[in-house]
């Protein structure tokens, strides 16, 4: 777990002021704004990122995905991942995962006083623990379908153990269940710019196809991985004004076996025909 420091600017404060919150300290708040000179559009990425998760989850939930991990989740904000779920399924079940002992603290005294929500600390590096965790096990039903959500945190780990966390999340859920994963991108130049100014921790810029290799065994609901505020938007840009792309994401199903092994046999067939019919041309 991370420990508490109020002298010294923190990933989840900072995000909390860019999201208009008040649960950050001055040394946040002067990073926060630092990075607004950087790059201006840092708090309306953040905005944007939270209407994507929002749009999301309502997705999977509408889907009939009545369970979710959180991972990352942040500082208790406006909306919440348990609020949109659930104006779907008002049942939905909610475990909130972050390595921040003051978000889980946070967490626990405003969201998880409903039954079905809980907040778990949590390393994503060590995904196994988390899914391991009593109080998870207790609350989510790994047999049944579930959404695992990784946003706006897997840039905190260089792109290999990135894979490697979604990978293991994407093992442990059972066809039906969903990954929503968001992940900050952008230009080499503008990127570099962002990572050596933002002092609350190391940020890895990821690659277009290395994130979509973070859906790798996937399959990637339309329309795919794309700037967050372009994803089933419908062209709705936050007040009105042109999105960035700062922010990439998507969301992706795992297939059921009998349909991959069905396609899979299509595939086959599908090649036998056309091999047949080369010979019999020849
Ligand atoms: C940028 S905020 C994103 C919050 C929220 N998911 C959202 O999309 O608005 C990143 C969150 O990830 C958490 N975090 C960073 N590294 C983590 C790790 N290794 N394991 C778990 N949580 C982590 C931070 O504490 C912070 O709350």
């Not at 967490?107 to 006083?113: G, H, N």
Request: glycine share 8%; aromatic share 6%.
């Amino acid at each position: 777990m991370e420990p508490f420091d109020p002298t010294r600017p923190n990933i989840a404060r900072v995000w909390d002021y860019w999201l208009g919150g008040k649960d950050n300290f001055a040394a946040d708040r002067e990073l926060a704004e630092k990075m607004l000179a950087v790059h201006p559009v840092s708090a309306r990425m953040a905005r944007e990122n939270r209407q994507f998760l929002g749009r999301a989850v309502g997705y999977v939930a509408a889907c009939g995905v009545g369970q979710f991990i959180d991972v990352g989740a942040g500082l208790p904000t406006a909306v919440n991942t348990h609020d949109i779920a659930r104006s779907v399924d008002p049942k939905a079940r909610v475990a909130y995962v972050d390595n921040d002992p003051i978000v889980i603290s946070h967490a626990r005294s405003l969201l998880a006083k409903s039954p079905g929500v809980i907040a778990v600390p949590g390393d994503m590096r060590t995904p196994e623990r988390i899914l391991a965790d009593a109080g998870l096990t207790e609350l989510i039903d790994l047999a049944e379908p579930a959404c695992v959500i990784l946003s706006a945190v897997l840039h905190f780990a260089e792109a290999g153990t990135a894979r490697d966390v979604a990978a293991v999340f994407a093992r442990a859920i059972v066809p039906g269940s969903y990954l929503i994963i968001s992940v900050g991108s952008g230009s080499p130049s503008e990127g570099e710019n962002f990572t050596s100014a933002y002092t609350a921790a190391r940020i890895y810029i990821h690659s277009r196809e290395e994130i979509l290799s973070f859906f790798d065994g996937l399959d990637l609901v339309p329309p795919g991985v794309v700037p967050v505020p372009l994803w089933r938007s419908e062209g709705a840009a936050l007040d009105g004004q042109a999105p960035t792309a700062t922010f990439i994401g998507g969301v992706a199903r795992k297939q059921r076996k009998q349909r991959k092994q069905r396609k899979q046999r299509q595939q086959r067939q599908q090649s036998r025909q056309s091999r047949q019919s080369r010979q019999s041309r020849q």
